[in-house]
């Protein structure tokens, strides 16, 4: 009989596992030695009982899952913030360029082409890195003539000022410039895709244990095992929709 599946878990199975590290079996084995920062152990970890091992690479495969979760929701929250700016420069501008005063008219048009993409939202539908490397430039060219003419003569600062602070804060939630390489929808698909493999990986291995250890090892191998297959069991892989039947004509 083959062994559960893990690949139909979602996120929300995954994390609820978390609760099943506190209780039970796998409360009794303590990691708190080798549990280091960033996941990394501050003593040999050739050292650890097997037991520690699996708990750990639970616990870490789980608390990456979270990370990376979390990470991806603030990219979100803090791009709609990006998006909301750029979409108030382009309605504080569209507004000007139909001022009775044909020098703010003019300012609006040149502020327009400077800094706008499209029709004027086109910049909100990049990626994240290129909202960072946008709005910067934005930045930088509120900060040249004839721009800060423009801008001080519209009274545009406070505006540039918010794009500023949500570029930074859209830069600090994708990890911009530190070479992570990944976007935070892609870096989540990676955690849950790992925590696949690592339940997978801890299950075989304590099946082996169960297979060639000693009577001793039974229950709590047998009880550890079971909460991870019954997490598997709860996520089965779809049925297969629209099965035909041949009918001989």
Known sequence: M??????????????SFA??????????????????????????????????????????????????????????DSDGAWDGTQKKLGGLLLAASHDKDPEKRAAAARLQKAFLLGAGTGQTKLRYQQEV????????LAKEAPHAVDIHLLGLEQVITEIEETTDALADAIGHGQGKGRRPSER???????????????????????????PGDQPRANALLESLHA?????PAPSPEGQATSTAP
Request: proline share 4%.
């Open 2 to 15: 083959s062994e559960p599946s893990y690949a139909h878990v979602p996120e929300e199975g995954f994390q």
């Open 19 to 76: 609760l099943e590290l506190s209780q039970g079996a796998w409360a009794l084995i303590d990691t708190t030695d080798y549990e280091g920062g960033g996941q990394a152990a501050p003593k040999p970890l050739c050292d650890a009982p097997l037991q520690v091992i699996w708990k750990l690479r639970v616990a870490w495969a789980l608390a990456e899952l979270g990370s990376a979760r979390g990470g991806a929701d603030t990219a979100k």
């Open 133 to 140: 490397d946008y709005g910067r430039t934005q930045v930088q």
């Open 188 to 214: 989540r698909r990676a955690a849950l895709g790992a925590c696949s493999t690592t339940f997978a990986a801890v299950a075989d291995s304590i099946a082996w244990v169960l297979r060639h250890g000693a």
């Open 231 to 235: 997490l598997a069991r709860r996520y």
